[in-house]
C-alpha cells in the first residue's frame, strides 16, 4: 500500500483527501517523496519559527531527551521553570500556565474569564458573557469552538456553549452593544490569521482594552499564530501597544515540538487555585527545551527585527505582483511575516496551491480566497525573492 492509500484506509477522514508527502525537510525547505525541492513559506502553518532542523534546536533538543524527557506535574523541573521565566521576560510581569497546542491554551483563558466573572460577580454563572470577533479562529476543543464565530466549524457540534457572543472584527462599537454588565471577557486575536491574515487596527483594540475596563471584564488575546516574533515584536499586541490581562500562545514557540501557554497578568494571576486546572503532558521537560531553544535562537539572531525586515521586503513583492494581476489578485494584506493574498473570483485558492506546489513554492490557504505566507522568522532575503519569482510566473501561468 502506498502512503496515501493508507492514510485512505486507516485515518479518519477529518482532514478531506490529501495527496502530498513530505519525507524530510532542511531550513526554508521542504522535499517530497522524490527528493524534490520546495521552498516552505507555510512553515508547518507558522510553526517552524526557526526553519526546519535547526542544528541548534536539535541539539538542545537532543540532549534533554538524554536527560529528562517527562515526570509529570506533581515535581518540578528546570527545564519549566527556566520557560515561565523566559516567557515573563518577554510578555511582563505576570504568570504562565503550559500545555500542549492553541486550543488548549484558549480553553485556559476561557476558564479563566469565567473564574474573573464569578469573583467579581460573586456568583458562579452571573457574569460569564465571553465576546469574541466574526471570521476569528480559536481551535477546534468546545470550548475554542464556541469562541470560533465561523458557522463551518461550529456546523454539527450543538449544543454550543450558550455564553458567547460575536462583533464584528475592527468594528468596536459593534462589540460595545453587545457588552453589559454580564461580560467576562473579549477574545481576539490582533492579527486574524485563519480567516485570510487580517490585523486589527490600533484603535479597534484599545477600544477594547477600554470597554473591557469600563465593564470590569478581561481583555485576552490569541497570539496562537501572529505571536511569537512573527508581527516584527515578540507579541503582535507590543506591535500595537495595547496590554491584555492574559494571552494564549502556541504555534511558532515550540519551533516543531507541540507546546501551548498562557501568560496572566500579575493582577488576575490568582484567579487559578490548586486543583482549578491541569494537564498530564503540558509542561514537559522536552517542550520546554525546544520552546527555550526557540526563545534563545529567537533573540541571538534578532528574528523578530529579521521578520519585520523580510515581512516589509515580501510585502513589496506582493504589492508589486498586486498590481501587475488586477484582474486576479484583489488585495494584499498582512503584519510582519504574517501575509495574504486575496484573490478575485476568477481564481480559486486551491488552484492556485497547486500551481504553486508545482512551480516549487509551498503556501497555506486561508479564508473564503486567499494565500497565506507564513515562512520562517530567519528567511533570507534571497529566499523571499524566489518566492515572490515563483508566485509571480505561477499567478501569470493562471
Ligand atoms: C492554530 C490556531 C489555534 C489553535 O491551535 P491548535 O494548536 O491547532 O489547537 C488557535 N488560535 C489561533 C489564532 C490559531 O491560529
Known amino acids: 500500500m502506498t502512503i496515501k492509500e493508507k492514510y485512505e484506509k486507516y485515518t479518519l477522514g477529518n482532514f478531506g483527501k490529501r495527496d502530498f508527502v513530505i519525507s524530510r525537510a532542511s531550513g526554508c525547505h521542504v522535499f517530497d517523496e522524490n527528493g524534490r525541492k ?23 533538543v537532543k540532549s534533554q531527551l538524554d536527560e529528562l524527557v517527562h515526570c509529570s506535574n506533581l515535581y518540578l523541573t528546570k527545564p519549566h521553570a527556566d520557560l515561565a521565566e523566559a516567557l515573563v521576560g518577554l510578555i511582563g510581569k505576570g504568570r504562565i500556565f503550559l500545555c500542549n497546542s492553541g486550543t488548549e491554551a484558549n480553553e485556559a483563558l476561557i476558564k479563566l474569564a469565567l473564574l474573573h466573572g464569578a469573583k467579581v460577580s460573586g456568583l458562579e454563572g452571573k457574569k460569564c458573557k465571553i465576546l469574541t470577533a466574526k471570521n476569528g479562529f480559536h481551535g477546534r476543543t468546545l470550548g475554542s469552538l464556541a469562541a470560533t464565530a465561523q458557522e463551518k466549524i461550529q456546523k454539527g457540534f450543538s449544543p454550543i456553549l450558550p455564553n458567547f457572543e460575536y462583533g464584528d472584527f475592527n468594528d468596536a462599537d459593534s462589540f460595545r452593544k453587545l457588552a ?20 486589527a487596527t490600533k484603535e479597534f483594540l484599545s477600544e ?28 503582535a499586541c ?31 494571576s490568582e484567579l487559578f487555585t490548586p486543583g482549578s486546572h491541569g494537564t498530564t503532558f503540558g509542561g514537559n521537560p ?48 498582512g503584519l510582519g511575516l504574517m501575509r495574504s493574498v486575496l484573490f478575485n473570483a476568477s481564481v480559486k485558492n486551491s488552484d492556485a496551491c497547486s500551481a504553486l506546489r508545482k512551480n516549487g513554492l509551498i503556501l497555506i490557504p486561508a479564508g473564503a480566497n486567499s494565500l497565506r505566507f507564513l515562512p520562517p522568522l530567519n528567511v533570507s532575503d534571497s529566499q523571499v525573492d524566489s518566492a515572490l519569482k515563483i508566485f509571480d510566473k505561477t499567478i501569470g501561468e493562471l
Not at 469600563?214 to 499564530?225: I, P, S
Not at 526563545?295 to 515581512?311: F, P
Open 238 to 268: 507590543q506591535k500595537y501597544g495595547v496590554k491584555p490581562d492574559a494571552l494564549s500562545m502556541a504555534k511558532g514557540i515550540g519551533g516543531g515540538f507541540p507546546i501551548g501557554a498562557i501568560w496572566v497578568s500579575e493582577k488576575h
Open 180 to 199: 453589559g454588565e454580564d461580560l467576562a471577557a473579549i477574545l481576539v486575536e490582533p492579527v486574524q490569521g485563519e480567516s485570510g491574515v487580517t490585523p
Open 286 to 333: 522536552l517542550a520546554c527545551a525546544a520552546s527555550l531553544a526557540v526563545l534563545k535562537e529567537m533573540s541571538k539572531r534578532n528574528l523578530a527585527k529579521n521578520a519585520e525586515k523580510e515581512g516589509r521586503r515580501l510585502a513589496k513583492g506582493l504589492e508589486k505582483i498586486a498590481r501587475k494581476y488586477p484582474d486576479k489578485i484583489k488585495l494584499t494584506r
Open 208 to 235: 477594547l482594552r477600554k470597554i473591557c475596563d469600563e465593564k470590569n471584564a478581561l481583555l485576552l488575546f490569541d497570539e496562537v499564530q501572529c505571536g511569537c516574533g512573527r508581527s516584527g515584536k515578540f507579541l
Open 38 to 60: 520546495y521552498l516552505d513559506f507555510g512553515g508547518g502553518i507558522a510553526v517552524m519559527s526557526l526553519g526546519h532542523s535547526n542544528k541548534n534546536w536539535i541539539k538542545t
